[in-house]
Structure formats: C-alpha cells, structure tokens
DNA sequence: CGAGAAGTTGAAAGCGTTTTCACAATAATA
DNA sequence: TATTATTGTGAAAACGCTTTCAACTTCTCG
C-alpha cells in the first residue's frame, strides 16, 4: 500500500534486470518484441519493487493521459450519478480511468470545467446532458473521441446516446389509458431552455400522441409546465386544482415533480391512487418507497454509462463503435387505479 | 473554447515576448522577481497566445500534480454527493483541482481507487468515510495533507471532520420525548463492520442516553438493527411489529431506512404521524416531499465539503487549520405528532 | 553458403516545465 | 569611490518516460 521511501524509476529496473530502460519501456508498453528471459528478468524487477510508472512522465513523453474526462451536470442527481458508475465500471478494466467534472447545469461552469478537463489533457471525452452549443461539441469532436448521453445533437448523431424518450412516454400514457383513464394531466419538463432538455418536449409529444391515438383531443388545461424539481411538481397541482378541469391521473415528465406532486395531492387530502392515480419518470431509487410506490419508467442509466465507456474506448483503438437509440422500460407498481 | 491547432509552448512565449523561458516560468509561477516590462511582455504573450502550460511537463518537472483526490463511497448518495459539490466549490478559487474515485463501500475498491489515485500523484487526499485501516491512513498522513470526512481515526483526530452523531441523535430523541412519546422504537444503521460506519453505534448510544435521561431504561426490543438501506428499513417495521412491544415512534439512523419504515407502516395501514411518528437523520432532498413532509436531522454536508477543501488547502501551504466538530440540526416538519 | 529480411537491443533525442547555477547589473554599505 | 550585498536573467541540468535510430543478431530462402 504505503509507496516506499524513494520513488522508483525505469532506470531502477532497468539496473535490477540487467537491460536497458528501453527494454524495460517496451515490455511493459508491451508494444514491440522482447525475448523472453529479458521480458521475465524485467517484470520480475518490475513485482519486486513494486514499480509504478510516473504519470506526468509517460502523459510528457507519449503525448497520452489515459484518462477520460466525464462530464456530469450535478452530482447528486440519481439519473446522472447511475451512468457516472456505469462510467467508472465501464472503464474499470481498462488502462484508462476517468476524470470528473460536474457542469451544475450552468454553461458558464461548464465550459471552465471541461476547460480543466482538456488542461489535463483527456484522451477522449464523455458529456452527460451537455449545455454546450453543436459547434463547441463539433469542434471537440474532431480533438477526441467524444460520446454525448442524454442529448441528442444534430452532426454528431453518431456520438449520442440517447433514450427514447417519445416511446416511452408514449406507453407511461397508454398505460394510464388501459387503465380507463380519460382525463390525464401532464406536468412537463423544462421546455423552454433553448437547445437543451429537449427531453421535456420529447416527452409531452409522446403524451399527446398517445391521448390522440386513443381518440382524445390533449386539453392544454391539463398540461403545466414544470422545471423538473419537485417543488415545480408541488406548485403544478395547484395551477392544474385552480383551473378546475377535472382529472383521474397525471403522468409527470420525472419522478422529482411526481414526488413534489405527491406532496400536493396530500396536502390536499386527494388519495393516491384512490382518486387520482400517478406516474413519473427515471425510477429514481428512493419512488419504489413511496406512499404508494411509484409507477414510473426506468431508464437503464447504469448500461447506458457502460456503453457511453465502451464506445469511447473503442474509438480510442480506432475500432468501430454504435450507439443505438435505447429504451426505456414501465415499471408497473401501485400508484395507478385501475377505473372501470 | 476550442484548443488551437498546434499547442503552443513556453517557448512560443519566451520567443513572443523577448525573454528567456526561465523568466516565462518565473513570472507565471511568480515565485522570483522578474522587472516589470518583462513582466508584462510575457503577460501580454501569454494573453495574446492563449497559452496553457502542460500540466504533466509541470508536473514532472515539479512533483506537483496540482490536484486532490478526493474519494466517495458512492457516486448516488445525497450525503456524499452534497460534501462533494462542497469541496468543489471550495477547491474552486485555488489552482487545485479535485479528482474523484469512488471506493463504493468496498474496502478492495477502495484500495485499487485510492492507488489510481496516488497513481496520478495527488497532492493531498480527502476521504470520505473511508474504510480503510487505520495503519493506511497514518501511513497516507505521513505522505501529504489529509482529511477524513465522517469518519474519525484515532491519531488523526486533527484530521477528522465528523459530525456529532451522539448529540444529534440524543437531540432527535429528546424531540420525541418532549411530545409525550414514551415508547420510541429506534432503527440502527450498520453496527458491526468493524472500524467503519461508527455513526450508527454513536446514533443509537445518543438515542438510549436521551431516553435514560428521560427516566426511561431503553428496550432492546424496540431497537432493530438495520443496514442504512431503504429495505432494511421496510423489514425492520415487520420485525417490530412482530416483537408485539407497542410503541408510538420511530427513529432511524438515516433517512433512507425512515423511508423504508415509511412504506412499512403504510403497508400495515399504519398512519404517519396519526399512529406513530417517525423521525430520520441526513434530510435527503426528498424527504421535505415525503407524505408526510419528514422531520429529520440536517448534517451540512456542503459546508463540510468546503471545511474540507479549506483544511486541506491550507495544509498544502503550510497553513494552521483546524477541523471543529460539526453540529447537526433538526428540521422539524410533520411526520411527529404531539401526543397528550 | 550467402544475401537480404526480420527481430532485438541500447544510446540518445526528445516531451515542456521547473530549478539550480553562474554571471551580470544594480543597489546598499563603508 | 571602492566593496559587498541584492536582484534579475539566461543557460543548462534535471524530471522519468517513449520513441527514433542505428547497430547487431538471427532467420529465411534461393
């Protein structure tokens, strides 16, 4: 454990194996043909005394950091935190290892932070729910192997993993429908926020679709939109109970506002499911203990990080590498009634 | 934004602004008197440029990586999360930048991410609740700055920035007891992993001393051991309820295992805070949204992270520091009820 | 058996900084 | 004014590795 007294080098090896530090460079670089009594001689000095080679002074000479710089927008936020740990088990056998930063959702960080993070010299680049402009993310795209999640930019289709976010809040309303209910409310994401977060207008056209398909014209009354904090979800069954249009469930573009909403219907005294039923978005760990627990879509964050890892690795080894569109999976518990 | 296209040097700097690369470096490291046209010419280059020095040349060059590793125990827990948006802001305005890992409770983990992160050549370290022996840790403060968030080591007591669990815990107790509840039930965090997780033991003792005081000898039939994890906490409501000794509260160790019980409770038609009361500890983001809103122990976890980014800070410039115990506090909200 | 191809190897040249060293220039002291 | 400190400065030596280059071996194949 403790790194001993004296720091180590290549030369130490190179004089306890009787080679040269080239020698001692390329067995371990493993990229170039040692005999192997010399290959032995060098790893066994290499055990012995537990060498570890300096960083800075292979990052100088090779022009490589074996790092990857990942991006998050807050730590802290169960979605993001789930594909940082895909990330880091994605990465974990590889010789690269992962660098953070967290962007807090505000451009101006981001752009300092993913500045540290190309000072350090990154070989490559993974950015979760990016705020950056197409241009910013074009430009980086050509520097380094680059792999976006949870947004999709237009050029750079190829590099972004995204979820399906239409699909699958398509079928958290159809669901709802099934169930018989008509009138279902829909508190949004953030919609306006530029080019970003499109996520919450991906997932009010997948509500609207489904209540078409099913032959009911969306009433713009029963859609409030929210920031995708609880407190917004607290706030929408206020204005959705003021402008008095009558609703049996509402779907909320994320489980914080269906938490927050939760709240609101409590406060109330309105019963969950008994009178109005509730679905969110994201399975965020703690909405399966929730009084009751919360019907939601799952997004697979944890795989969806270990492939955002192996997509940037391949392209590290210049091999091939895709990023299909994934789905998103209803999880069925007990905040939906059935109505007859 | 976007690096330039060939990396520019020290050099590029010395050759702009007529100096020799030694004065380049001595007026961006400003350790050394250099006139101050000269000081300006490089300035002015460095600006016009866009010049950024080569950390791993730096490095190298200076033993210094010019970074903090910081090492959580799961990327995905409020508590941690929020030290670590603390000790990023804190490192913010420094020259240091944090590296993370994340030893997800493991103690091999752990080990293999703390050698990455000495890998990198940190230059001071900041653990949270950190599993390893204490031996390491010694051994680690021998070599550089160290902070052990909540956790404390004995012989590095200096080191340690822990919350007082005991007080806090004797305080939310004491809360119960001052609205006439005489039967509190108490859900433990992990007792027995050794050396770790201390706060459970310190929890449970400030509870037992609260209720003594009280004139009430504590009943080991009302305190089950749980794991701090939601489930265990769901399970612990059976177990209580099984045991047939009646009670009118519950406290748990963290809020996650007050969820866990929450939905215990509801299962059994149990009504919060109507039938019995409940109390957590940590105020996750969520619980403020609980049905009912969840009565709690706040622990600042973000002003912690910026104790100890400044701890830190200061060790590296040879700085007295000093790491008070923190005092938690509780967020009174509706999940207790005043019985009379 | 001999010529060229292929495989091994060490010396040495970087990589981009910091820092030591020696020297020159300036300021302070007698 | 002659000496001695004090500063300011550039050349050059690290820092610890990778990689090019050239030399030397060892194979291959006609």
Same mark, same amino acid.
């Given at each position: 454990?403790?790194?001993?007294?004296?720091?180590?080098?290549?030369?130490?090896?190179?004089?306890?194996?009787?080679?040269?530090?080239?020698?001692?460079?390329?067995?371990?670089?493993?990229?170039?043909?040692?005999?192997?009594?010399?290959?032995?001689?060098?790893?066994?000095?290499?055990?012995?005394?537990?060498?570890?080679?300096?960083?800075?002074?292979?990052?100088?000479?090779?022009?490589?950091?074996?790092?990857?710089?990942?991006?998050?927008?807050?730590?802290?936020?169960?979605?993001?935190?789930?594909?940082?740990?895909?990330?880091?088990?994605?990465?974990?056998?590889?010789?690269? +290892?992962?660098?953070?930063?967290?962007?807090?959702?505000?451009?101006?960080?981001?752009?300092?932070?993913?500045?540290?993070?190309?000072?350090?010299?990154?070989?490559?680049?993974?950015?979760?729910?990016?705020?950056?402009?197409?241009?910013?993310?074009?430009?980086?795209?050509?520097?380094?192997?680059?792999?976006? $999640?949870?947004?999709?930019?237009?050029?750079?289709?190829?590099?972004?993993?995204?979820?399906?976010?239409?699909? &699958?809040?398509?079928?958290?309303?159809?669901?709802?429908?099934?169930?018989?209910?008509?009138?279902?409310?829909?508190?949004?994401?953030?919609?306006?926020? +530029?080019?970003?977060?499109?996520?919450? &207008?991906?997932?009010?056209?997948?509500?609207?679709?489904?209540?078409?398909?099913?032959?009911?014209?969306?009433?713009?009354?029963?859609?409030?939109?929210?920031?995708?904090?609880?407190? +917004?979800?607290?706030?929408?069954?206020?204005?959705?109970?003021?402008?008095?249009?009558?609703?049996?469930?509402?779907?909320? &573009?994320?489980?914080?506002?269906?938490?927050?909403?939760?709240?609101?219907?409590?406060?109330?005294?309105?019963?969950?499911?008994?009178? $109005?039923?509730?679905?969110?978005?994201?399975?965020?760990?703690?909405?399966?203990?929730?009084?009751?627990?919360?019907?939601?879509?799952?997004?697979?964050?944890?795989?969806?990080?270990?492939?955002?890892?192996?997509?940037?690795?391949?392209?590290?080894?210049?091999?091939?590498?895709?990023?299909?569109?994934?789905?998103?999976?209803?999880?069925?518990?007990?905040?939906?009634?059935?109505?007859?």
């Amino acid at each position: 454990m403790a790194a001993s007294k004296e720091r180590i080098t290549i030369q130490d090896i190179a004089e306890q194996s009787g080679v040269s530090i080239s020698t001692v460079s390329r067995v371990l670089s493993g990229n170039a043909g040692v005999t192997e009594p010399k290959r032995q001689a060098v790893l066994a000095a290499v055990d012995k005394l537990d060498y570890r080679p300096n960083l800075f002074a292979q990052g100088l000479a090779s022009g490589q950091s074996m790092s990857i710089g990942v991006m998050t927008q807050n730590f802290g936020s169960a979605f993001y935190d789930a594909i940082l740990r895909g990330i880091i088990a994605g990465v974990e056998k590889s010789n690269y +290892s992962p660098l953070f930063a967290d962007g807090r959702w505000r451009t101006d960080i981001e752009r300092r932070a993913l500045q540290t993070l190309l000072n350090r010299r990154v070989d490559a680049l993974i950015l979760l729910g990016t705020q950056l402009d197409s241009d910013d993310l074009l430009d980086l795209k050509k520097q380094m192997p680059l792999v976006i $999640v949870s947004r999709s930019v237009a050029g750079l289709e190829q590099n972004c993993l995204v979820v399906d976010n239409y699909k &699958a809040s398509f079928q958290a309303t159809t669901h709802l429908l099934d169930r018989g209910h008509q009138h279902i409310a829909h508190i949004t994401g953030a919609l306006s926020e +530029s080019n970003v977060l499109r996520d919450g &207008a991906q997932r009010l056209a997948g509500y609207q679709d489904a209540l078409r398909k099913a032959g009911i014209e969306p009433s713009p009354k029963l859609v409030v939109e929210g920031s995708f904090r609880s407190q +917004s979800g607290l706030l929408a069954i206020e204005t959705l109970l003021t402008r008095g249009k009558p609703f049996s469930a509402i779907f909320a &573009a994320n489980d914080q506002m269906a938490t927050g909403a939760r709240l609101g219907l409590y406060r109330r005294g309105i019963r969950v499911p008994d009178d $109005v039923s509730l679905i969110g978005f994201d399975d965020q760990p703690h909405s399966a203990y929730m009084t009751p627990p919360l019907t939601t879509v799952r997004q697979p964050a944890e795989e969806m990080g270990l492939m955002a890892a192996q997509a940037v690795l391949n392209q590290l080894q210049g091999k091939p590498f895709a990023l299909p569109m994934v789905s998103a999976e209803l999880i069925v518990r007990e905040s939906v009634k059935h109505i007859y």
